[in-house]
């Protein structure tokens, strides 16, 4: 991949990367079709990275189709599928990680303590072999989404990060490769997710304020629903991630709820 990535750059080509852990969706294939504007070249890397997954957390199981995905994103104008293998992209035992000091400490940080610090390192692995001039990431993830244009800023990367909006199902379910998880009533009980957030625009839009009270709504709301545990409800600053107490400005609305043994995240930006 280097090698490829060297020769193009060589000749004046520019690169964009959609990194993706696989078994694609729409919602990775808009970031393909964003990425596909961005630049001459289009690489989409697969791999199911198993440092940002905890102990009992699903790397196993992370369902995965690798000739699949080749034939869906052969139909979008990639250029090249980057797919290593766990041995090959950590070769010998790491010494070096990326972490961040506070942006993980909130949202799935809390119950995901070395998530971020396995996302960011990856990312940063996968910039150094692919050299993307621009790189495009999911807005479902919002707070991954933060922590890379955190690192980016903060190591001085010269690649540009674009995001792409929630691309969803008709029903409004986050498209999810985890969704795949779901047995048929876990699937109409996570409608709730997107339910939620629709609710609480709602009751933004009456005048509600009160970060407490919206939340202890919004948790009875969720756990009305079969097969649902709240990791956590959250109404937080868009930029430091901190919890608020009075929504006053853009304020994320951040949902991560287990549906069975499913973990499912979303967010919305609430505006008064
Ligand atoms: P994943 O394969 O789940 O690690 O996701 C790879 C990229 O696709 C990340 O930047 C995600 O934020 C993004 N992504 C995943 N699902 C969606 C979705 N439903 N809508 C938009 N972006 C998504």
Redo the contacts with the bound molecule.
Sequence with gaps: MRHESNGLLLKGKTIAL???????????L??VRQGRELADVLVVSIFVNPTQFGPGEDLNDYPRDLNRDIELLAGQGVDFVFAPDAASMYERNSETFIDQRILPNHLCGVCRPAHFRGVLTVVTKLFNIVKPNTA??????FQ??AVIRRMVQDLNFDIKITS?????ESDGL?????NVFLTSQQRVSAQCLYAALQKAKVRVAQGERNSQALIDELIDFIQSHLYTTIDYVSLCNVDTLESIDRIKGATLLALAVRVGTTRLIDNAVLTP
């Design positions: 959609v990194p993706t852990m696989g078994y694609l969706h729409d919602g990775h808009a970031l495009v990431f999911g807005e479902k993830d991954q989404l792409v909006p929630i691309v969803r986050a498209m999810s490769s985890r």
